[in-house]
């Protein structure tokens, strides 16, 4: 069995990111949706709602499992019995920085790191974005998987 896992913080699981796990359905026979928990990182959304969300989203899709972890993600990765990271880019520089996790996380357990590049329709859907639209009670929906609500 072919199993990723998706790593991120996911605060909040956009469009883009749906699209990434849906697209790399293709690819693996499973993949573990891993919601990181940082300790120093303030997030928007707690824990529990960041999973509930992305629960909505895959309701219906028993290859995707979404569990949350405050590990390094490689940990995670061998917890899950996991042979493939699966990443998302945007950008040149997404690359650069998923590149040189990667490059790490291969000399570490020796696991491969597979890039999809996003969607042009979504690429310029960030985490980050979709917050200040929320903080500015904008309505963020259709940046949103189907079937996820706030």
Do not use: W
Request: charged share 25%; no cysteine.
């Amino acid at each position: 069995m072919k199993r990723a896992i998706f790593p991120g913080t996911f605060d909040p699981f956009t469009i883009g990111h749906y699209d990434i796990v849906l697209r790399g359905l293709d690819l693996f026979d499973e993949i573990v949706i891993g919601v990181g928990i940082n300790q120093t990182k303030k997030t928007f959304f707690t824990i529990e709602k960041r999973l509930e969300m992305i629960r909505q989203a895959f309701a219906n899709e028993p290859r995707v499992k979404i569990k949350s972890y405050d590990d390094l993600t490689v940990n995670f990765a061998k917890q899950e019995e996991a042979s493939f990271i699966l990443r998302g880019v945007r950008s040149v520089s997404d690359f650069e920085y998923e590149r040189t996790i990667a490059d790490a996380n291969r000399q570490l357990i020796g696991i491969e790191t597979v890039i999809l590049n996003t969607n042009p329709a979504y690429s310029f859907i960030s985490s980050t974005v979709v917050r200040d639209l929320l903080f500015y009670n904008k309505d963020i929906t259709q940046f949103l998987p189907p079937n996820v609500t706030l």
